[in-house]
């Protein structure tokens, strides 16, 4: 079992700020995070930090940017354990991607895994179990032979296209029923 070492937020504290302050308690963490990091990494540079991210992922080390992204409508909705888990992933691939050999190493590799758990105390976890309804709305319903497929606006629009999507499970091509309307989400 892990302890983590960044200090838990208080929740009573983050369900009571605003957007702004709620902005500010982000890059609190990060700078915290940040500052761990280089006890272990002196050179480490400070990344930006954005709230730009849309869809599912929660957050983003993005190198050609020079910072990190995090989704703002995941971590509104799930403020305590975006903090605790969240930053601390994306950081640790901040810290990985500027090792000497970074580069080369895996995204969810050895290396990344040793500071997830050796230097911020957490289990490390690839993926978030938020729920992205909201985040990432898929109102263009399409089927295949085992399930239906949400399709942002995005990809629905490739498919109209002309692209071709298969499911992963049944490998069939996947059909267009329509649209879901809002409140309507069966």
């Known amino acids: 079992m892990t302890t983590p070492v960044l200090p838990h937020p208080d929740p009573a504290r983050l369900a009571a700020l605003d957007r702004e302050a709620l902005l500010e308690a982000l890059h609190e ?29 929660a ?4 190198f050609g940017r020079g910072g990190l992204r995090f989704n703002p409508v995941l971590y509104a909705e799930n403020r305590e354990a975006f903090l605790i ?37 957490l289990e490390p976890r690839t993926t978030h ?16 032979g085992c399930r239906e497929h949400g399709f942002t606006a995005r990809r629905h629009a490739l498919a109209r296209q002309g692209r071709r999507y298969r499911c992963r499970h049944c ?6 029923l329509g649209r879901v309307m809002p409140g309507n989400d069966s």
């Open 129 to 144: 179990r938020f729920d992205t309804h909201r985040a990432s709305p898929a109102p263009h319903r399409y089927r295949c």
């Open 29 to 57: 963490r990060v700078e915290a995070a940040w500052r761990l990091c280089r006890e272990v990494h002196p050179g480490l540079p400070r990344p930006a930090v954005w709230c730009d991210l849309r869809g599912k992922c």
């Open 171 to 176: 490998a069939q091509t996947l059909v267009y």
């Open 85 to 121: 888990e969240v930053v601390p992933h994306e950081m640790a691939h901040w810290l990985v991607e500027h090792l000497e050999d970074g580069h080369l190493a895996r995204p969810h590799g050895r290396e990344w895994q040793t500071v997830m758990r050796r230097l911020f105390g």
């Open 59 to 62: 957050g983003q080390a993005h």
